[in-house]
């Protein structure tokens, strides 16, 4: 019933306090993103859209270019006529040399909505650059989310088997102690440094633990992997608070890509179609060149005015076929943007459940630990007595630390499940 209570609750638009958060760790997050490559790739990726968008909208302007030409003709044109009334004929020859230069000026009237699509479409993949970015900074908070609990609960593991350590010598020393004068066997004794070595070992275990933890975490802010990185001494509990709403769903950099995707196959098409729409042009060209104007052998200023229009009359059905496969690009678009917004919907209310079931598991483990301590607590005391064995104080003692590190495990279940959650609803702070 209990379970269910929780989680009616998180149905009902409750989710953990994003301000109970460490300090360390949103300043770790604040590093691993200035460290990440891939974020920087990604940040590059939008600089470029930005001048692709520059570019396409430099379609809209005149276009002026330069020629410059030169030309020597071994044998040159002859031309001879004889004309009524004249004695000689009249000769033209054409000379060795032509050479000049010229400009044209070209500016596009109208292209069928070509200029326009490739604008269009260059915002649309600045908008894909853009939420690619947020795609990878989401993920790279998650990422360092999960490795900082998994080394602060390293660490925590670290003081517990110390804690343990030092119980299992203050046991042995006790022993001794009784040993000297009598009142135990020795083979408690040895029962107990037996005990006190494993102690040993896992401690060892757990610091090795720990430091691999940490480096990994150096990894991802980009800190020397040696350097001590400071983490909190133990996983907090999750706190609950019922100040944000869940309708987070459409925010997800997934769905925001699978929507570029449809406005891009839209303007993709409306690109292909321009290409079957008439094109008209207006230029202007003006050359200075020899042989000039009336024949002059001098170079001569001209210039030329003109319009140009290109329509396409027949494609033997072409255009009807690249419809169609744009047609079906789109629909396919469609059906990736319902796929991704199922799976975001999934993963919201999976995250939901599992940080509900996690809480409580943490409450479960917690109330174990209390019991635990108080067992251990009167083992001690009956064996200062007399009236229980060694054995059944070191089970205690191994009682107590299974429950302290369960309880670990569950505090660091249910950072993980917080973790899935802001992920899935991408609430990380900017």
């Not at 804690?163 to 203050?170: G, L, P, V």
């Not at 720990?210 to 991802?220: C, I, Q």
């Not at 094109?279 to 060149?289: A, E």
């Not at 070191?394 to 249910?414: D, P």
Request: with cysteine; net charge neutral; proline share 3%.
């Amino acid at each position: 019933m209990k379970k269910e209570i929780i989680i009616c609750a998180f149905a009902l638009c409750v989710i953990p306090s994003f301000s109970q958060q460490s300090e360390l760790l949103k300043r770790y997050r604040s590093m691993a993103l200035n460290y990440s490559h891939d974020l920087k790739a990604a940040e590059k990726n939008i600089s470029a859209s930005l001048e692709v968008e520059q570019m396409a909208k430099a379609d809209l302007k005149p276009k002026l270019s330069g020629d410059a030409n030169f030309q020597y003709t071994g044998k040159p044109i002859q031309l001879t006529l004889d004309l009524p009334g004249m004695e000689t004929p009249v000769q033209f020859e054409g000379r060795d040399m032509k050479y000049g230069a010229s400009l044209t000026l070209l500016q596009p009237l109208y292209t069928g909505g070509r200029i326009l699509e490739t604008i269009r479409i260059a915002k649309h993949q600045q908008s894909q650059a853009a939420h690619q970015a947020e795609l990878f900074r989401s993920s790279i908070c998650y990422q360092t989310d999960i490795q900082y609990w998994s080394t602060v609960a390293r660490k925590e593991v670290v003081s517990i088997t110390t804690d343990f350590r030092n119980s299992i010598a203050s046991l042995v020393k006790t022993i001794r102690e009784r040993e000297e004068v009598g009142l135990v066997d020795p083979q408690d004794r040895l029962m107990a440094e037996v005990k006190l070595n494993e102690a040993e070992y896992q401690l060892l275990q757990a610091q090795s633990n720990f430091e691999t933890g940490r480096m990994a975490l150096n990894s991802l802010i980009g800190v020397t992997l040696q350097q001590p990185s400071a983490v909190d001494a133990s996983v907090p509990k999750v706190n609950i608070n019922d100040g944000i709403g869940l309708s987070g769903e459409n925010s997800r950099p997934e769905v925001k890509l699978a929507l570029d995707n449809i406005k891009l196959a839209e303007s993709s098409m409306k690109l292909t179609d321009s290409k079957y729409k008439p094109q008209l042009y207006i230029g202007i060209d003006g050359s200075y060149s020899s042989p000039g104007y009336d024949f002059h052998s001098d170079l001569d200023p001209n210039y030329a005015v003109y319009l140009k229009l290109s329509v396409p009359l027949f494609e033997w059905g072409k255009r009807k076929s690249e419809k169609r496969v744009s047609n079906n690009r789109i629909g396919m678009a469609n059906d990736q943007l319902n796929k991704v917004e199922d799976a975001v919907r999934l993963e919201t209310e999976t995250a939901r459940v599992s940080l509900a079931q996690a809480i409580e598991q943490v409450e479960l483990s917690e109330n174990s630990l209390h019991k635990a301590g108080e067992n251990e607590q009167k083992a001690l005391e009956r064996y200062a007595e007399g009236k229980v064995s060694v054995v059944e104080v070191i089970e205690a003692q191994t009682y107590r630390q299974t429950s302290q590190l369960n309880y670990v495990q569950a505090k660091v279940k249910a950072q993980g499940a917080y973790s899935d959650l802001i992920r899935s609803l991408n609430k990380y702070e900017n």
